[in-house]
């Protein structure tokens, strides 16, 4: 069964230093994506990357790089220069290949930026 | 371009009563799903409309059913609410199912069951 684990309940960052959420998944599915969003206290679920089963290169949005490992099934957030305004739940999660947008979340890891 | 917009962004409501949550999707995106977020927890998949009809649901009791209008924008409606349906509900959109990774939220309505 399709499954997302994220290990890192909190994580703190200084400004300016980058940090990286660790994200491991389990499919049988050759066709699948990943996608993080990040979540401030407002509740909105923002979209920061994807990365597809396929794609020959690691996802770059910004200062948002997924590191994607697919040999190990993971799947990991680097942000460079923290901001303040990061401070964020950040959730992973993975779409199966087909017809569907049903995603499988992680538990999501807590970010506190400091100054 | 407006993104996905959902209303209510806050509502409390009492057990046994029903509830109707709205979304609509961003601009030419005809596909939307539904989740429900409980507190410290990551989102959980209700069900997914397009062509007006659901097409996937998740591990939710008939009580929650949806939806989907001419215009792409769909309703979620809770039956006989339960304490435990307190929550965060967000709506997604997407211009097609299962196609790249433009799959965007919105804000979300924020359930109390009292």
């Known amino acids: 069964a399709q499954k997302i684990t994220q290990t890192q309940p909190g994580m703190f960052v200084q400004e300016k230093e980058a940090v990286t959420l660790d994200c491991t998944y389990d499919t049988s599915d050759p066709s699948y994506g990943l996608f993080w969003y990040k979540q401030p206290s407002s509740g909105e679920m923002i979209f920061l990357i994807y990365?597809?089963?396929?794609?020959?290169q690691n996802a770059t949005e910004g200062r948002y790089s997924l590191n994607f490992q697919k040999a190990r099934k993971s799947a990991n957030l680097v942000i460079s220069a923290s901001q303040l305004g990061d401070s964020a739940m950040y959730f992973c999660?993975?779409?199966?290949?087909?017809?569907?947008?049903?995603?499988?979340f992680g538990t999501g890891t807590r970010l506190q930026v400091f100054p | 371009d407006a993104g996905v917009t959902q209303s209510p962004t806050h509502l409390i409501k009492t057990r046994g009563q029903q509830v109707t949550l709205r979304c609509s999707p961003k601009s030419g995106h005809d596909t939307v799903s539904w989740y429900q977020q409980a507190l410290g927890q990551g989102p959980q998949f209700i069900f997914q409309?397009?062509?007006?009809?659901?097409?996937q649901r998740g591990n939710f009791p008939d009580r929650f059913s949806g939806h989907q209008f001419p215009n792409y924008s769909s309703e979620l409606n809770v039956n006989a609410l339960l304490l435990g349906d307190s929550a965060l509900y967000l709506c997604?959109?997407?211009?097609?199912?299962?196609?790249?990774?433009?799959?965007?939220f919105g804000e979300g309505s924020r359930l109390t069951v009292l």
């Open positions: 999660a993975m779409r199966e290949g087909g017809v569907t947008d049903k995603l499988i």
């Open positions: 990365q597809g089963s396929y794609d020959q």
């Open positions: 409309y397009y062509e007006e009809e659901e097409r």
């Open positions: 997604a959109s997407s211009p097609g199912a299962g196609v790249g990774g433009e799959l965007f």
